[in-house]
């Protein structure tokens, strides 16, 4: 079964997220639909990638949604990228 971006931020046993994002993802059942969003806000992390494949860059996302920060946004991408690198 392929993973999206965003099924890489949730462990496979649950709907918590991944020990390496806490505090930089949520993912509340009752907000969003369940979609990991980024703490403390309603921006889901899929507008991120969605606004790089577009050719956004990270400043003009972060400039897009108020309350998103630019570390929040960098420990998403590291992580993704290294889960990525790493074959999980």
Not at 19 to 28: E, H, Q
Not at 42 to 51: E, K, M
């Amino acid at each position: 079964m392929r993973m999206s971006i965003t099924d890489k931020l949730q462990p496979q046993t649950g709907n918590r997220v991944a020990p390496a994002l806490l505090g930089v993802v949520w993912i509340d059942p009752d907000r969003v639909s369940g979609e990991p969003c980024f703490a403390q806000t309603r921006v889901p992390v899929r507008n991120l990638f969605d606004a790089l494949a577009s050719g956004a860059t990270v400043d003009d996302f972060l400039d897009g949604y108020e309350g998103v920060t630019r570390p929040q946004v960098l420990a998403v991408l590291t992580y993704v990228a290294d889960s990525v690198s790493s074959g999980a």
